[in-house]
Every structure is written in structure tokens, then in C-alpha cells.
């Protein structure tokens, strides 16, 4: 269909996902990636009514022994506990979906402790406690967490965390805010030395979306991971 007017553009997409004529959509040039977003709120045909939407992004570096899943980079510029929650759940079935039966889930923060004048600390220790008692099922999942606390085992033992199913031994990221994870997806990327994609889960099909930066091997991973979604 071709289409000379972007919003147009944009609106017929969505007519023919809301109509089931298509399986994924792969964002090109006519929109950035900052205004993404938009396409997901209100009453869009691209969303499920009370689906929570975001953003994964599949990470794979030559530094650490598996691929890493990092959420959310774009669509939630600082999530609630609710929205948390989705995106935990958005992760948890995409992980299973490229191999990883249960995944282990750090809730990322500055520091490995709870305080209570940082608020993320303390989410981040409630979602852990959730998923120990079977409230979310289908993940370990431990927090706060640092970066280096959950990639490497002798740092989590230098900070003094010694019980954890996670720490050591991550699969997939929960960042506080969006400028946290598109800090790291962007470092991965171009200084990292990794292979990476992106895909936004929980619409009504997949969306490989391209940030402007993206090399062409990104933009096709991240068409793979939007097939593989949906699947």
C-alpha cells in the first residue's frame, strides 16, 4: 500500500492489525523511536485493553556466556509498580519463547540494598518477595540488583550477597526508567562489541522497532526476534 503521508501511514497499519491482516509490523523510517510511544496509548488498535506494552531487547556479547534481555528502553519513561509488573510478565514470556524456561530476572538499582529514600530499592525488593512466594510465577527474580552484581558472581560475593538465584547468573534486566536501559542498549551496541535487537511485546502483534543509530545487522536481528514473537 503505498502511502506518501506518515500519520497515514501509521493509521492504516494500525486499521489492518486491529483487523488481524497482519502478524508484525517492522517500524522503518517515519516515525523515531521517541514518539513510538504514541502509537501504544489510548484507544489504539495496535493494544490489547489492559495488556501492558513494552520493549524487550535481546542482547548477546562475546563478554558474558548467554544472551541477556533488557526491558524497557523506549515505551516507559519511569513505570509504576503496576506497569513493573507487565513488563516482568512481558519478559518472562518472551524469555520462554527464545529458550529460556525460567528465567532469572535482576531488578536493577544503583546499590544492592533497600533504602527507603530510593524508592526503585524498595519495588525492587517487594517484586523479589512476590516472586518468592509464587505471586509471579515462571521467573527468579531477585533485586536490587547493580549491573555487576548480576552479571558476575565474584562481585555479588564481594557485596556480600551469598543467597540468590539470580545474582551471578542473570538472563534478563528490569531497568528502573527508560533512560537507564536505552543508556545500556546504545552502549551495548556500539561499545559493547554485541549483537543486539529490540522487539515491543504485548501489542497486538509484535514490533520490530529500529532505533535511528541502529546498524542494518540490528534492524534485522530485531525483525527475528519480532518473528520469533510471533510464532
Not at 533497600?114 to 524508592?119: E, K, L, R
Not at 538465584?165 to 531497568?175: E, N
Request: net charge negative; aromatic share 6%; glycine share 10%.
Amino acid at each position: 500500500i503505498d502511502e506518501d503521508h506518515p500519520l497515514d501511514a501509521v493509521r492504516i497499519v494500525a486499521d489492518m492489525v486491529g483487523s488481524g491482516d497482519v502478524d508484525l509490523v517492522v517500524h522503518g523510517g517515519i516515525l523515531s523511536a521517541s514518539t513510538i510511544g504514541d502509537l501504544f496509548q489510548g484507544e489504539s488498535r495496535l493494544i490489547h485493553p489492559g495488556k501492558t506494552v513494552s520493549h524487550v531487547a535481546v542482547i548477546e556479547s562475546p563478554r558474558y556466556k548467554k544472551a541477556l534481555l533488557l526491558s524497557d528502553a523506549v515505551l516507559h519513561d519511569r513505570p509504576d509498580f503496576s506497569v513493573r509488573l507487565g513488563i516482568i510478565q512481558n519478559l518472562i514470556g518472551f524469555a520462554q519463547r527464545v529458550g529460556i524456561a525460567v528465567p532469572r530476572i535482576g531488578i536493577l538499582a544503583a546499590v544492592e540494598v533497600v533504602y527507603p529514600q530510593m524508592p526503585v530499592t524498595m519495588e525492587a525488593a517487594a517484586l523479589a518477595k512476590m516472586a518468592e512466594r509464587g505471586q509471579i510465577k515462571g521467573a527468579f527474580i531477585d533485586g536490587p540488583l547493580s549491573v555487576d552484581t548480576a552479571l558476575d558472581p565474584l562481585a555479588a560475593q564481594a557485596k556480600g550477597i551469598m543467597k540468590s538465584d539470580v545474582a551471578g547468573d542473570a538472563d534478563a534486566f528490569l531497568a528502573p526508567d527508560a533512560a537507564t536501559a536505552h543508556g545500556m542498549y546504545e552502549a551495548m551496541q556500539f561499545w559493547g562489541d554485541c549483537r543486539i535487537g529490540g522487539v515491543v511485546l504485548g501489542a497486538r502483534v509484535p514490533f520490530a522497532l529500529s532505533f535511528p543509530s541502529d546498524t542494518v545487522n540490528t534492524r534485522f536481528h530485531s525483525i527475528l526476534l519480532a518473528v520469533t514473537a510471533a510464532l
